[in-house]
């Protein structure tokens, strides 16, 4: 069991108080995707895309890491190979419990980006439209999220990892999004293990040959646990 690469999403941080997307009251019934997760959107209204980032900045920074994110960390440190977190959230909570090997692919909310240079920096926790890059000096600063339309993050160095897995784990992500929800069949293809954590099945929840369901701060230190004693 070398080789672990874990995908997660918006659940893994909702017991940390952060909202979901897919959720009933999630963050897309009370904001338009088209509207503030796209690059349309924000050449639209830019302002309005900033707030809503800014808004999430000040919301994620309050957050704490729960004991699920304590628990990757720990599976980390103490795991005899190599790990891997691909997270889809933009919240710094693995970070700040202590994950290291960590690719944010769809981005971070404490990062700016320079739309006219690919600078990036650290986000200040209020942005503001047009403020300047502070290496090509274009008023062109915008969140340093991947929106829909755009490409995810190290793709390259996400799937070369997943050729080697022997263990794949999803946790907290509804497997609407893609290339995220295709990480599974990619698992497989490599002969991998594969579990998906969750509170529900998912939308590719029938391609796991192994599901644990209830809340990540109870199914992911118990599921750690066991895989320290293998
Ligand atoms: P979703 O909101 O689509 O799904 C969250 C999943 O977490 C659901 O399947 C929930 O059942 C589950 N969940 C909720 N609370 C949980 C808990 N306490 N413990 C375990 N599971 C729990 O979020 P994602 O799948 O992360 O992209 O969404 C993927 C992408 O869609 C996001 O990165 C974002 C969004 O649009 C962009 O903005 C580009």
New binding site residues.
């Given amino acids: 069991m070398s080789n672990i690469v874990i995908l ?5 941080s ?2 940390s108080g952060l909202e ?4 009933e009251t ?3 019934a009370q904001h338009r ?1 088209e509207d503030v ?1 796209t690059p349309e959107g924000f050449a639209r209204d830019p302002r309005l895309v900033v707030d809503f980032y800014n808004m999430r900045r000040e919301q994620a920074e309050a957050a704490q890491p729960n004991a ?1 994110h304590e628990a990757l960390a720990r599976l980390e440190a103490e795991h005899d190979g190599n790990l891997l977190v691909v997270t ?3 919240d710094s909570l693995h970070e700040r419990a202590g994950s290291r090997n960590l690719i944010h692919m ?1 981005g971070a909310l404490n990062s700016a980006l320079c739309a006219a240079c690919d600078h990036r920096w650290p986000a200040s926790m209020v942005m503001n439209v047009g403020d300047k890059c502070p290496s090509c000096a274009a008023p062109a600063a915008r969140p340093d ?4 339309g755009e490409m995810p993050y190290q793709m390259d160095q996400i799937f070369d990892a997943l050729a080697q897995v022997d263990l794949f784990a999803a ?7 893609y290339p ?1 929800a295709g990480f599974v069949a990619e698992a497989r293809r490599a002969g991998a293990e594969t579990v998906e ?4 099945r ?1 939308a590719v929840g029938s391609q796991f040959s192994n599901v644990i369901l ?4 109870r ?1 992911v230190p118990d599921w750690v646990a066991g895989i320290l004693k293998r």
């Fill in positions: 997660t999403g918006a659940g893994i909702a017991e979901t997307f897919r959720a999630g963050l897309w995707v997760a699920a889809q959230n933009v769809h999220i991947v929106w829909f946790i907290g992500t509804s497997g609407n999004v995220a954590i969750n509170l529900e998912s209830g809340p990540a701060t199914t």
